[in-house]
């Protein structure tokens, strides 16, 4: 039997030493454990890392009030011009995973609502670095949209890109490429695309000339007697323009005939076209000849300070207000609040032969009225006839052949989408 009795190891150490070191580190280990375990992680404290989108989707504006001024010529716009958001699709179809897509839009849309769903609650978004429900501007070309997603931990982030495209409509023949109207001031005069003309997506636009709109309104002070027109065209293109001006297209006689000029190259400026009287609408009919046929572009210019305009219309029926007051026809028509409209001003009854005239003014609170509705009441409250209705300009009402010595009550509301006013009520005894 061998008997081993050296006490040093292969390398010097006493033994008890080298598992005493072993025991050290094990003990080591199990400390650091020990305080990992106590210091819980992210994930166990609840704090998510998830910085994904699940879902991104692009609308236009859903109206077109916040593209337009509080200008009176603005007004001419409102009338049914509230339209639901329209959806722009992406090129891509959406993925998580995904984090770089295309759109393509026509240069009529000039803004865009990014609205990305999170896949975390928790998570927050920017669009461009503001806020999401803010709509974003575009400009011709290619417009990149970034998208950023900051997890829960406020460390982790993801970026995803939309890249807008904005691309003109194709130009067809006889098309303008602009049109400029300049008053006899000198000034340009802002040009406004008709609502009952312009195609539902256009509504979404800021107003500007567009060679496929085809009808403007325009409004110029008191003191403009004449105003001139500038179009152009592409070069190379065998056009000529034939300009009418008259107070009616639809009889367009000597009588109403104001003006025929004509305009021979593309950015020639045509001779000064005479306006008709304070607040009588002057019709501009451009004529783009072309391949044997005619292109059509109207001009509607109304002449006259808003005052001027709604003195010289209602002066036989209703008090003309001061010259530093504003109508409040004109005024409920700039506010834009998406609530009820308030109930009617002034409302008088007169009696002539066998007829009651009724007229009254707008509400001076709420939200602009589209029209009015007049009902017809004898003095038990009993409907005599059929309910009037007028439209958001017209501030005047006539029933007739009723009975004499009777009494009637009149009752005016206002009314818009939004809902109607509460009914103002007079009467009258027929004489």
Same mark, same amino acid.
């Given at each position: ?6 006490? +040093? ?5 006493? +033994? ?26 992210? &994930?166990?404290?609840? @704090? ?24 009176? $010529? ?26 770089? /897509?295309?759109? +393509? ?18 998570? @927050? ?35 995803? $890109? ?6 003109? /409509? ?6 303008? $490429? ?23 997506? &256009? ?195 006539? /029933? ?23 009914? @103002?009520?007079?009467?009258? @005894?027929?004489?």
């Amino acid at each position: 039997m061998r008997y081993m009795a050296s006490t +040093s190891s292969k390398h010097g150490l006493p +033994s008890p030493v080298k598992g005493a070191r072993s025991w050290l580190a094990l003990l080591l280990a199990a400390a650091l454990l020990a305080v990992g375990a106590a210091i819980p992680s992210a &994930a166990a404290q609840g @704090t998510s890392d998830d910085a994904d989108l699940a879902g991104l989707t692009l609308v236009r504006p859903s109206t077109l009030h916040s593209l337009l001024s509080d200008d009176a $010529t603005d007004r001419l716009m409102r009338q049914k011009a509230v339209q639901p958001p329209l959806a722009v699709s992406l090129n891509e179809a959406f993925s998580s995973e995904t984090t770089a /897509y295309t759109v +393509s839009v026509r240069d009529h849309v000039r803004q865009v609502l990014v609205t990305p769903a999170l896949s975390d609650s928790n998570a @927050t978004v920017t669009v461009n670095g503001g806020d999401p429900t803010e709509p974003v501007s575009l400009s011709a070309g290619e417009n990149v949209i970034a998208v950023v997603v900051t997890a829960q931990d406020a460390v982790t982030t993801k970026t995803y $890109t939309v890249t807008v495209t904005q691309t003109p /409509y194709p130009l067809l023949r006889g098309d303008l $490429t602009g049109l400029t109207v300049t008053d006899g001031n000198g000034n340009q005069v802002p040009m406004v695309p008709s609502a009952s003309h312009v195609p539902h997506f &256009a509504l979404h636009r800021v107003p500007d000339f567009y060679s496929w709109i085809s009808t403007y309104w325009l409004w110029v002070p008191s003191d403009v007697e004449t105003v001139t027109v500038t179009p152009t065209w592409d070069a190379g293109s065998d056009y000529w323009i034939e300009v009418r001006a008259a107070t009616d297209f639809e009889h367009p006689t000597r009588h109403n005939r104001l003006a025929t000029t004509r305009v021979d190259a593309s950015g020639q400026t045509s001779t000064a076209i005479p306006l008709a009287s304070l607040a009588q609408r002057t019709e501009i009919w451009l004529g783009v000849h072309v391949d044997g046929g005619v292109h059509l572009y109207f001009l509607d210019v109304l002449r006259g300070t808003r005052l001027e305009v709604y003195c010289s219309q209602y002066t036989d029926t209703l008090r003309c207000p001061q010259e530093e007051e504003t109508p409040s026809f004109y005024a409920s028509e700039s506010d834009d609040s998406e609530t009820p409209p308030g109930p009617v001003q002034d409302l008088e009854l007169t009696v002539k032969d066998n007829r009651i005239i009724a007229t009254w003014n707008a509400p001076a609170s709420g939200g602009a009225p589209s029209g009015y509705q007049v009902k017809l009441q004898d003095s038990d409250g009993q409907k005599v006839k059929k309910t009037k209705r007028t439209g958001a300009n017209k501030f005047k009402a006539v /029933y007739r052949n009723l009975e004499r010595g009777e009494t009637y009550q009149v009752s005016v509301r206002a009314r818009n989408e939004w809902g109607n006013s509460d009914w @103002t009520t007079s009467q009258i @005894t027929v004489e």
